[in-house]
């Protein structure tokens, strides 16, 4: 048997052991879910003499017999509640933030791996094939040591939690204990796939065993994402309990625990988060490579590493205020007290705290792709109209972030006649902030559209109607936006509501519809010069370091948000709080311990930065060039 072949019938047998891994738990899971009333705990109550109790699921209303104990009532003292001599939720808060950072930092990046792997592999262009090759391991190699950091940051939090919130804990490991064996199992499985896929990448680089390789990482992300989504159904059993009676008893069916109202679009909205905050946070570790960059060479790689990030995170958050809306509607159809906590009540300007982060983070983006065009000739004649997409950013942006009503002393108050101010209060509501949102991200597709075709010339026959069909379409999208965010304003709330939707087809339309016509446009488009990568202003580094800081600020503000809306309750309806700390912070409080976590994050994010810079300088050169040519030109990357 010859060395090639030894090497693929290794790399088949990893690939399909690490299957087995994949499947092992769900092999091992598949009695636990189709249990249902014939659970094993119900057997033991069928014996002689026993009788069956029976429950009725609080969100299902379906009958089960019930296999668990009553959600203990907690008592303010040191056996539910140890003190020491600190706010206990102050601590957990800290180490479940930090775990989230970086468990969301690991989960991204081998997706962002897999995509340009792939695009690696299916490439002609050898040079091209090499550079994304690169580029992905570069991805992988950061996240590596961040992986080991989320591991010990889940030990931690699991210890904080076991020492200062133990009942409550005990409780929610005996609600998921048919699917806790998994977990582990599927942590075990996903650090296995990733150290193959990391000490492997140079021994299955070619031919057959590269492709065994590319399915190795498929393998990764599936376990990272089933990873996620079981993390998701404990948030989601929190907010909007099921599978359990009003005394909180286990009632025999896991699915309907981990299946509760809101997990769907937590899922979706973490998958979707999670991904942008990634290519920020990648974006930002090439922004700080390029300004430390000493040659032109690196210069390039760093700044074409940093676009590429840019481009993918970018790509994820323009869906996520959708996924936003998805979830904060579900919420309201959970239990609308909720969402009137969220949208309308206490929690209410937080969500203004949370439009101007996500403004930032657009007006960053737009900012970075004005200053990008720099390094293309022929970009010039775009130039001109930028001012134009200012305008339209400001104005959007300031119509998003306007408040309903004023944070005000009672003087004030008096003075004004009221808690609406007679002009703001006509703007800070959602039909008003829906325009102004669908604005901002419309003129965000707009500037890359401008970008995709800035050293471009279109040779196809029909340009000319294609660019004024183009125009015309962007210019009915905004008309249409802004017409129906001055329309709500004539119709009952109810019906209001439902003009989000339009909206969105309109804004979703230009990205799509557009992205497209502009791709066929550009096919074979004559080029007015190359892309100078490395040849782009500091401020623009800087720009992708404001994004990566505004997506994890908003991060840890929405992961703030949506534990306080159960208020005292650590299971909603179900399990009460009654520690001393079963209040809501004030919004100060809250911003300062959300700044806290970020800058922490980012101490330690450079520190695996600075760890990572340690381990590429014992690379051969050879190994690190990657990157043909002082100035290299990835025409088919954009």
Not at 319 to 342: K, S
Not at 516 to 537: D, F, H, R, T, Y
Not at 565 to 591: C, K, Q
Request: with cysteine; charged share 15%.
């Amino acid at each position: 048997m010859g060395l090639a072949t030894r090497k693929k019938v290794f790399s088949i047998m990893a690939l399909c052991a690490m299957v087995g891994l994949l499947l092992f738990p769900i092999v091992m899971s598949l009695p636990t879910p189709a249990s249902g009333e014939e659970a094993p705990a119900a057997d033991g109550a069928k014996k002689e003499g026993d009788k069956v109790e029976k429950g009725r699921d609080v969100y299902y209303k379906t009958e089960g017999i019930v296999v668990g104990a009553p959600a203990p009532k907690t008592t303010d003292g040191p056996k539910d509640y140890p003190r020491y001599n600190f706010e206990s939720r102050v601590l957990l808060w800290f180490a479940n933030q930090q775990h989230l950072y970086y468990g969301s930092f690991v989960l991204a990046v081998p997706i962002f791996c897999m995509v340009i792997e792939f695009m690696g592999v299916v490439t002609k262009d050898k040079a091209l094939a090499k550079r994304y090759d690169q580029l992905a391991y570069d991805f992988i190699k950061i996240s590596l040591t961040a992986y080991s950091l989320t591991a010990i940051l889940g030990g931690i939090l699991i210890f904080t939690f076991l020492t200062l919130y133990p009942a409550f804990f005990g409780y929610l490991s005996s609600i998921f204990r048919p699917v806790m064996h998994i977990y582990a199992l599927m942590f075990v499985a996903e650090s296995g796939t990733l150290y193959i896929y990391y000490y492997g990448w140079d021994k299955m680089k070619e031919g057959f065993l590269k492709w065994i390789h590319l399915s190795m990482s498929v393998i990764l992300n599936v376990i990272g994402t089933l990873l996620m989504f079981l993390a998701n159904s404990w948030i989601g059993f929190m907010m909007s309990p099921a599978g359990v009676d009003e005394q909180g008893r286990f009632l025999g069916n896991i699915w309907h625990v981990i299946h509760t109202a809101l997990w769907n679009p937590l899922n979706v909205h973490r998958i979707l988060g999670n991904m942008a905050f990634g290519g920020g946070v990648v974006a930002a570790y090439a922004a700080y490579k390029f300004l430390a960059a000493k040659t032109e060479e690196d210069r390039a790689h760093y700044d074409w590493m940093g676009y590429i990030a840019m481009a993918l995170g970018v790509a994820f958050l323009i869906p996520l205020p959708f996924a936003g809306y998805w979830l904060m509607r579900e919420v309201y159809a959970y239990r609308q007290q909720m969402g009137i906590t969220l949208m309308g009540g206490l929690l209410a300007w937080l969500f203004i705290i949370q439009a101007t982060m996500i403004g930032i983070l657009f007006l960053s983006t737009n900012y970075y792709l004005w200053q990008a065009m720099g390094r293309m000739r022929g970009a010039e004649k775009y130039q001109r109209y930028i001012k134009y997409l200012v305008f339209l950013l400001a104005v959007g942006f300031l119509v998003f972030i306007t408040p309903h009503t004023m944070v005000m002393t009672p003087a004030e108050l008096k003075a004004m006649g009221g808690q609406q101010h007679p002009v703001l209060g006509n703007y800070g509501v959602m039909s008003a902030k829906n325009g102004g949102i669908n604005v901002i991200i419309t003129t965000t597709v707009l500037s890359f559209v401008w970008y995709m075709r800035g050293n471009k010339v279109s040779t196809v026959s029909w340009a000319k109607f294609g660019n004024i069909f183009m125009g015309v379409f962007f210019a009915c999208a905004y008309v249409n936006i802004v017409w129906l965010a001055i329309y709500g304003y004539y119709i009952p709330a109810n019906v209001r509501v439902g003009l989000s939707v339009p909206q969105v087809a309109t804004t979703l339309s230009c990205l799509f519809f557009m992205f497209a016509l502009n791709s066929v446009m550009m096919k074979g488009a004559k080029q007015m010069g190359p892309i100078e990568w490395g040849k782009i202003s500091a401020r623009s580094q800087y720009a992708l370091i404001m994004l990566a800081t505004a997506f994890t600020w908003m991060m840890g503000l929405m992961g703030y948000i949506r534990s306080s809306v159960r208020l005292f309750w650590h299971v909603n309806e179900i399990m009460r709080d009654n520690s001393p700390w079963a209040y809501t912070h004030t919004v100060g409080f809250a911003a300062n311990m959300i700044s806290f976590n970020v800058l922490f994050f980012w101490i330690s994010i450079l520190f695996v930065f600075w760890l990572g810079s340690l381990a590429a300088k014992k690379v051969p050169v050879e190994a690190k060039a990657g990157v043909p040519g002082s100035a290299p030109q990835p025409a088919g990357s954009h």
